[in-house]
């Protein structure tokens, strides 16, 4: 069974440009989960698709961050314009069932640098 | 507010040497807990958890944690270190209502030959 994949695996933008990453889910996960660790500190939820809607963005700290997932499959996640604070690792999770004490099987994450 | 705090950025032990990383959480009503590890290069990996039952979980590459709900933690420990243990370890705990982990800022576990 193929893992969560996330592309791609590092980014280096200059401040004001755009940048997308996508999350592949493993299949037949309806659960897609987006968080970001900032260097050093904890791993923070953005948002959450149960299939192609949001059930919860509470995470999102902007306006300029737009997720998307059309379809149920994949997601995107769009930053617009970039700031240097948006640099971290950007994680995807997923999930079959969205119980909560199902175990999230996480991508290897998007390193993203902001300069 | 549910919260965790890993209160050691990093642990180090000797090669055969026990280990413990120390978790301790926030939460109102019953705490669903779990452990995750990254290893360079890789995504999070899940460890154990803890829902409900035995105070002493086990779960893989030879981890266990364990419950203390009258000193709400949730140490995760090893009887003898392995060098290959090495990596970030990461405490978290579900946010009751929403379906959505709450995580510590992890902790770097060094282990030494």
């Known amino acids: 069974e193929a893992g969560v994949t996330q592309f791609p695996s590092h980014s280096v933008i200059e401040k004001g440009q755009t940048v997308t990453l996508r999350c592949d889910p493993i299949?037949?996960?309806?659960?897609l989960y987006w968080y970001r660790r900032v260097m050093g500190k904890e791993i923070k939820f953005l948002l959450h698709?149960?299939?192609?809607?949001?059930?919860?963005e509470s995470g999102m700290p902007n306006n300029r961050f737009l997720a998307e997932r059309t379809g149920g499959t994949y997601s995107t996640l769009k930053v617009q314009p970039a700031e240097l604070e948006d640099s971290g690792v950007y994680f995807c999770?997923?999930?079959?069932?969205?119980?909560?004490?199902?175990?999230?099987?996480f991508g290897s994450g998007t390193q993203l640098s902001v300069l | 507010a549910q919260s965790v705090a890993q209160p050691e950025d990093q642990v180090n032990v000797a090669e055969g040497n026990p280990l413990t990383v120390k978790c301790t959480y926030s939460v109102s009503g019953n705490p669903y807990l779990f452990w995750y590890v990254q290893y360079p290069n890789r995504g999070l990996q899940f460890l154990l958890k803890?829902?409900?039952?035995?105070?002493l979980v086990k779960g893989s590459y030879g981890f266990e944690a364990e419950f203390n709900k009258s000193q709400t933690s949730f140490h995760l420990k090893k009887p003898s270190a392995l060098v290959s243990d090495s990596a970030l370890y990461f405490c978290?705990?579900?946010?009751?209502?929403?379906?959505?982990?709450?995580f510590g800022a992890g902790t770097r576990l060094a282990v030494h030959p």
């Open positions: 999770a997923s999930s079959r069932g969205g119980r909560q004490n199902e175990k999230l099987f």
């Open positions: 299949s037949g996960h309806d659960n």
């Open positions: 698709f149960v299939k192609e809607s949001k059930q919860d």
């Open positions: 978290a705990v579900r946010d009751t209502g929403y379906n959505k982990l709450i």
């Open positions: 803890y829902i409900t039952g035995d105070n």
